[in-house]
């Protein structure tokens, strides 16, 4: 609700999602992902372990920039406590 207000929308436009979405058509949307999004433009975040899926990652994606972090790294304890991993 706060989000429509600061996009100027009526605070109901949430529940009028889904009848907005089942009236789209696929061509429709292929068309405006084809003008809306490129390969440098999108940004996806998959949770995995790394060696179930950098390789092949890697390998498909050719030269996109594939960053593997460790789970572990800025994880906070209770008593705000950061566990150094080796």
Do not use: C, W
């Not at 100027?8 to 009236?23: A, N, S, V, W």
């Not at 996806?44 to 572990?72: K, P, Q, S, W, Y």
């Not at 790294?73 to 209770?78: A, E, H, Q, T």
């Amino acid at each position: 609700m706060v989000r429509n207000k600061l996009l100027g929308l009526p605070p109901d436009t949430i529940y009028r999602t889904p009848e907005r979405l089942r009236g789209l058509q696929a061509g429709a949307i292929a068309s405006i992902m084809s003008r809306n999004l490129t390969p440098r433009g999108v940004f996806v975040v998959v949770i995995a372990t790394a060696t179930m899926f950098e390789d092949a990652h890697r390998r498909r994606l050719g030269d996109a920039n594939v960053e593997v972090v460790d789970f572990r790294d800025g994880l906070v304890r209770p008593g705000n406590l950061v566990r150094e991993h080796t």
